[in-house]
């Protein structure tokens, strides 16, 4: 959703605003702005649309100066005009401001503002705190920020620039992400690494309550008090090639391709001589200990990945597992309490609904372990522990390397647990170690083994429909395959458990329908089947997923994906490998923006 930057420096800020904007074009927009201090004057620009719209307008028109704000926006309140568009000013002129995030006392606010006589362009809540700072002002920005902060209610991370102070940009978080950068002779603060990885590698990770103050050779952290806080100077571990195409037409594609590696760095560190060693993991065991239930809570992918794991944990560790959807948990009456322990899981570490799920249940006494791909991120910090996944940054809208990764921590979490409940012994241990050790070779195979995704995307992408099927796992799977094929192609997909098809899906079977059938699963192969041959039978074309040496699937199925032998359950990585591949061609057929599907944001920082 909207992405920030600020940047106090030596030369014209506007470049670097703008290259930072363009990396945080993955986390979804549909307006964008930049303002900038030029000696004492505020300058700003503004389009609808992409990003191109706002480079035409900053070619025919440049702004100077130092130091200055951007802004990419996520229209929530108002339409993705210009008008809607930040930056917004103060009605006098000193105050520029960009926010991200939900003000939700706006309207009172704007009642108030308005008996004040304050004007208002824009529909956005936005605006409210811009009229608040000059409300406020009386000489001292910082005063007037602390004032203005501690009326609003929501979540925001802003970005404020004043004319009274060139060469300086203020910021403050509450509960939306945003980062300081300290680099050499400039400073930035941005909404996630990629926006300044161009520019130092040293990071300050801002808490909730926290107000910047940067200049160009200056940083300054305090809290909502206005009391200065010492903040330690972390290092982001990854480089800014992480953060560009590298040569693929698509950063989906690349992050497809990238699986194996992101696997490796999930799984490797944690394995020390045969054993799984998990971070923080005498106190996790000991939180773990007398759990009765483990509740998994998440969204869109997370929540496929949470699905995995889940059926992994019963299997391996005997105790009940309950999947929700974040969105849903609070409305639910979960049995949580301090006999359960939560697991959150998100690529982002900033999703709304998971946040307020993880609170829900840290309120209802429960320990709550967070699977994240984004250090310091608002989950991961909320959260009493946390697996970090490793999967270097993603930019793609549509998860891959993220979903695999957290998999691949649940397969890890799944047999640290049965060892610690003893539901296993150890050479079933061994084995299960050894065989999660091999996934990153047996997911390259899995890319290796499919040449030919692309041309079954081509014979199938006119296809109005498609159905995933498959049982257990192979169904886990299904549901995050057909959510690929959604975001990314907009063709229409559903996921079903194959057995449910015939109590009523199968009435929408017909000739030339498309069943992709997962049937990796040794175990539940004749059942699915099956199912393959109810389909078969209205008619359907199926595209069958399965090992590599199942020579019968030939004769069952129209084309045949196939993905490399491997321990039934650690599948779900290999086995979504080639579908995320085909779910890539179907769309790049179909002509659709790849990268940044309409109408989705990378991360969705609003309920
Ligand atoms: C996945 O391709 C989607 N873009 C989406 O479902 C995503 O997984 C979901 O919004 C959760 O995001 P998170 O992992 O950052 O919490």
């Known amino acids: 959703m909207c992405g920030i930057v600020g940047f106090s420096g030596k030369e014209k800020a506007v470049d670097a605003i ?47 100066g130092p130091c200055g704000i951007g802004h990419t926006r996520w229209a929530t309140h108002g339409a993705p005009t210009d008008v809607n568009a930040h930056p917004h000013l103060s009605s006098d002129g000193k105050f520029a401001i960009v926010h991200n995030g939900i003000i939700e006392n706006y309207l009172e606010l704007k009642e108030e503002l308005i008996k004040e006589g ?3 362009l824009s529909e956005t809540d936005t605006e409210v705190i811009v009229h608040l700072l000059e409300h406020y002002y009386k000489g001292d920005v910082k005063e007037a920020f602390l004032k203005t902060v501690s009326r609003l209610e929501g979540s925001y991370a802003i970005g404020v620039i004043c004319s009274d102070n060139p060469g300086v940009a203020y910021a403050a978080k509450y509960f939306a992400p945003l980062i300081v950068g300290i680099g ?6 941005a909404s996630d690494v990629t926006a300044i990885i161009g520019h130092t590698k040293n990071v300050i990770y801002l808490e909730d309550g926290e107000f910047a103050e940067i200049s160009k050779d200056k940083v300054t952290i305090y809290d909502f008090k206005g009391n200065e806080v010492k903040k330690e100077i972390s290092k982001v571990e990854w480089d800014v090639e992480s953060a560009e195409k590298g ?23 944690r394995i020390k001589n045969g054993r799984i060693v998990l971070e923080n993991e005498e106190e996790l065991a000991s939180a773990c200990k007398n759990i009765e239930r483990i509740v998994i809570s998440a969204c869109g992918s997370a929540f ?23 969105s849903e948990l609070r409305y639910s009456s979960p049995v949580i309490n301090e006999k359960a322990l939560t697991i959150v899981v998100s690529q982002s570490g900033e999703t709304a609904d998971t946040i307020a799920a993880l609170k829900e249940c840290k309120a209802r006494g429960s320990k709550v372990l967070a699977i994240v791909n984004v250090v310091g991120s608002t989950i991961a910090k909320l959260a009493d522990f946390v697996l970090y996944t490793y999967a270097g940054p993603e ?31 150890e050479k079933i241990y061994n084995n299960l170690v050894d065989d999660i050790m091999q996934l990153p070779e047996r997911i390259q195979r899995s890319i290796d083994l499919n040449p030919n995704v692309e041309k079954l995307a081509r014979k199938y992408y006119k296809n109005d429909v498609v159905f995933f099927i498959g049982r257990n796992l192979d169904y886990a799977v299904g549901l ?62 199926v595209v069958a997923v399965t090992d590599e040496d199942n020579k019968d699937i030939f004769t069952e199925a129209s084309d045949v994906i196939l993905i490399p032998k491997i321990n039934s359950l650690f599948v779900a990585a290999c086995e979504v490998v080639p579908l ?28």
């Open 18 to 64: 703008y290259t930072g904007l363009k990396h945080l074009e993955y986390r979804g927009y549909d307006s964008a702005g930049i303002a900038v201090n030029n000696n004492g004057s505020l300058r700003m620009l503004k389009a609808s649309g992409n990003l191109e719209n706002l480079k035409q307008k900053l070619d025919n028109d440049k702004l100077e």
């Open 118 to 120: 304050y004007k208002f």
């Open 184 to 189: 050499d002779g400039e400073n930035l603060f």
């Open 247 to 269: 040569g693929y037409e698509h950063f989906m594609l690349k992050e497809i391709m990238e699986q194996p590696k992101a696997i490796k760095s999930a799984i490797e560190p």
């Open 304 to 326: 496929h990945a949470g699905y995995v794991g889940r059926y992994i944990i019963e299997e391996l560790c005997k105790k009940s597992v309950k999947i929700e959807y974040a």
């Open 395 to 425: 930019i793609a809208v549509a998860t891959t390397k993220g979903y695999t990764t957290q998999v691949a921590v649940f397969d890890l979490f799944a047999v640290w647990l049965a060892d610690k409940l003893k539901t296993i012994d």
């Open 480 to 541: 995050e395959a057909s959510l690929k094929l959604k975001e990314i192609s907009y063709l229409h997909s559903e996921a079903y458990a194959a057995g449910e098809l015939k109590h009523g899906t199968i009435a929408l079977i017909e000739d030339g329908s498309l069943v992709v059938a997962l049937a990796c699963r040794e175990d539940l192969y004749a059942k699915t089947m099956s199912n393959v041959k109810e389909v078969k039978a209205r008619g359907a074309n």
């Open 580 to 607: 995320q591949l085909f779910s890539y061609y179907i769309a790049k057929e179909r002509g659709c923006d790849i990268d940044k599907p309409k109408n989705l944001a990378k991360s969705v920082t609003v309920e």
